[in-house]
């Protein structure tokens, strides 16, 4: 991992959505890793399980997300190492686009000028949906995107934005986050991953439930990537100085929500619990709108020499189960 180095007194960091899934682990980390950081959340505190994700970090200050703009113009920006920003609907069912363009586009887009402006770092969140149903990026034409809602496309606004005003920024990183799993999901009620849904589905009534698919020799696969390997990467990128752009965030290694299931009901049953895996009916609401691959494009991890390596599903799923499970 890279050493944060400190320069003129810059001791202070960032991140909007700290009381969220990406944005706690997040926020944790740095606290274990640098001690003598002084972090400030920013954010929407609307129910306990956010409450619980972060009441026990020590942060200097917490803001609402409405506070963010008035108070970056009061703090000393001298101190600021940069800006984590995590904080979105990411609800891939929120139709509302004059909502999502305000709440996730305008938002963003007005933190970019702001970090362009007074010359500071920032990392923010971006999202592999913004592929569609091809699910990864077409190297030869990086600009062929056709995003499956309107959360994708308020995202796909945001990237746009940087490159068509900023083309030639260096401050600013769009990380686009492939299947993130992990602890701190409780509060994303329909959208959490597919790992933390089997297994609460398997603690709970003893089965999971998988998607029936059209095509059993081509099995839905998506790129799973474990929060503490993202949590690590944003780190390791937050100093680098050859890191601008747009970039792909996840394994490059897509795995079948069958192996998943598979991984997850065997951790049970070790245990004593037999777990049932059950085939369901594709939801209607979610044809035409389902990624059924992912895979993201890690090649400027060895292009920029950067030692990232995340763990490989079963260990990144283990870790998950032992961390949040209580076994009686």
């Excluded at 002084?38 to 609402?64: A, Q």
């Excluded at 030639?168 to 299947?179: E, M, V």
């Excluded at 752009?245 to 996840?250: C, L, T, V």
Aim: glycine share 6%.
């Amino acid at each position: 991992m890279i050493q944060i180095v400190l320069r003129n007194k810059k001791d202070t960091l960032i991140i909007t959505g700290c009381e969220g899934f990406i944005g706690s682990n997040l926020a944790k980390l740095f606290l274990i890793k640098y001690k003598h950081l002084k972090l400030i959340g920013c954010g929407n505190l609307n129910n306990k399980e956010k409450f619980f994700n972060i009441n026990n970090l020590e942060l200097v200050e917490y803001w609402n997300r409405d506070e963010l703009f008035i108070n970056l113009e009061k703090i000393n920006k001298n101190r600021l190492l940069g800006i984590v920003h995590l904080g979105a609907c990411s609800s891939t069912t929120e139709w509302r686009g004059d909502y999502l363009i305000s709440n996730n586009t305008r938002y963003s887009n007005s933190l970019i000028d702001f970090c362009i402006t007074n010359q500071m770092r920032l990392i923010y969140a971006s999202s592999a949906s913004v592929y569609g149903m091809r699910g990864f990026k077409n190297k030869e034409n990086p600009s062929d995107l056709n995003p499956l809602n309107m959360y994708a496309y308020s995202k796909l606004l945001t990237d746009q934005y940087l490159t068509y005003k900023y083309p030639n920024q260096n401050l600013i990183t769009s990380l686009r986050f492939f299947n993130v799993y992990g602890i701190n999901e409780r509060h994303k009620v329909g959208m959490a991953s597919p790992v933390h849904t089997f297994n609460e589905q398997a603690k709970i009534n003893n089965e999971i439930h998988l998607f029936m698919e059209d095509d059993s020799e081509n099995p839905f696969q998506r790129d799973f990537v474990s929060v503490d390997d993202i949590c690590t990467l944003i780190i390791d990128l937050l100093t680098r100085s050859d890191m601008y752009g747009i970039f792909d965030a996840g394994t490059g290694i897509p795995i079948s929500f069958r192996r998943i299931a598979d991984i997850i009901s065997k951790w049970w049953g070790i245990r004593g619990k037999k777990i049932e895996i059950k085939q369901v009916g594709f939801p209607t609401k979610l044809r035409g709108f389902y990624q059924p691959y992912t895979c993201a494009d890690m090649s400027f991890l060895e292009t920029k020499k950067i030692y990232w390596h995340p763990k490989n599903i079963n260990k990144g799923i283990h870790d998950f189960l032992d961390s949040s499970n209580t076994i009686d």
